[in-house]
C-alpha cells in the first residue's frame, strides 16, 4: 500500500497516512478535524537502480547475465582441460 502526505488547509497539520489505492483521499483533518485536506505531491520511496531490470537481463542459455553485483559481467562456462 502506498503512503500518501496530506496538509490541511485551515490548521496547516502535515501528516502521511497508508491506504490502498481504490481507497478515496482522506477529507477530515485529525487535528481540527475541518474538511480540508489536500494530498500534496510528493516523490517515490524507491528507486529502480542497476542490473535486472530489463527483458535482457533475464534471459536464459549460454549468456546468463550474473546478477551477483560484479559490474554486469556475463559468466563463462567452466571449461576443463585434461592432458594425457
Not at 500518501?4 to 491506504?19: K, N, P, V
Amino acid at each position: 500500500m502506498p503512503i500518501y502526505e496530506y496538509a490541511c488547509r485551515a490548521c496547516e497539520h502535515e501528516f502521511e497516512a497508508l491506504h490502498k489505492m481504490s481507497d478515496p483521499a482522506l477529507r477530515d483533518c485529525p487535528e481540527c478535524k475541518a474538511a480540508e485536506l489536500v494530498k500534496k505531491v510528493s516523490a517515490a520511496g524507491f528507486r529502480l537502480k542497476g542490473g535486472g531490470w530489463y527483458e535482457t537481463d533475464f534471459k536464459s542459455g549460454d549468456k546468463k547475465k550474473n546478477l551477483a553485483g560484479d559490474g554486469g559481467a556475463t559468466s563463462a562456462p567452466a571449461t576443463s582441460s585434461s592432458s594425457d
